[in-house]
């Protein structure tokens, strides 16, 4: 069964600063890896998404990277600034004989200081 | 605007009542899910259709129940049945292609007392 953890479980930090949010996977058959943030009391809004084929992608200042054969990818945020404050989820995707899903990881809660 | 909708946005009700949250898309999406999210726990998948009168049970799928009759629409009964049924509940849809992106609603968030 594939499991998904992302570490660390909460980071804080000084605006400006760079920071990388991993994500471990056990399983390497996947075909996708998707980062979300979480706001709270709000539902997931997609960052970033890796297909299997794909080492990385990026959006803006957000970089995401996927080595499959170690089962890991990092988010890497370039100037955090306090809007960035949410928390962080990684999902990879699988193929099941009744479809397609996704497995999430616990999050990541990150607080950026002013 | 395109997106997901769901309804309410807190639902409470008494222990022993079946209860349905609403799960509205307009984007013409042929997969649709159903997490649950508890605190300090990642999302667990409940239910998903990939297409109409379709639909595939999750990890935690006892004690709840769907129904796909619409591709708009994939409601969710949670019944009696679910031994802990207070959490957060996330709807999402995507275009059914192995790589799209999934879309979120803003979640019900359900207390029963």
């Known amino acids: 069964k594939q499991e998904v953890t992302q570490i660390p479980a909460a980071l804080s930090v000084p605006e400006g600063e760079n920071l990388v949010l991993n994500c471990s996977f056990t399983d390497s058959a996947i075909y996708n890896l998707q980062w979300f943030r979480q706001d709270p009391g709000k539902g997931l809004t997609s960052l970033l998404l890796?297909?299997?084929?794909?080492r990385e992608q990026t959006s803006g200042r957000l970089n995401a990277s996927l080595d499959k054969s170690s089962g890991r990818s990092t988010l890497y945020i370039a100037a955090s600034q306090p809007g960035d404050s949410a928390t962080y989820l990684c999902?990879?995707?699988?193929?099941?004989?009744?479809?397609?899903?996704?497995?999430f990881g616990e999050g990541t809660q990150l607080t950026v200081n002013p | 605007d395109g997106g997901i909708t769901q309804s309410p946005k807190y639902l409470f009700r008494k222990e022993g009542q079946n209860v349905t949250l609403s799960c509205e898309q307009n984007l013409n999406h042929d997969a649709m899910y159903w997490y649950r999210q508890d605190p300090g726990q990642g999302l667990r998948l409940i239910y998903y259709?990939?297409?109409?009168?379709?639909?595939q049970k999750g990890d935690i799928a006892e004690g709840y129940s769907v129904s796909r009759e619409k591709k708009e629409s994939f409601p969710l009964t949670v019944t009696s049945a679910q031994k802990n049924p207070t959490a957060f509940y996330l709807c999402a849809s995507r275009v059914d292609s192995y790589n799209s992106p999934l879309h979120f609603g803003n979640g019900t968030r359900l207390t029963v007392t």
């Open positions: 890796i297909q299997s084929s794909q």
């Open positions: 999902a990879v995707g699988v193929v099941e004989t009744s479809g397609s899903r996704l497995t």
């Open positions: 259709s990939q297409i109409v009168n379709d639909f």
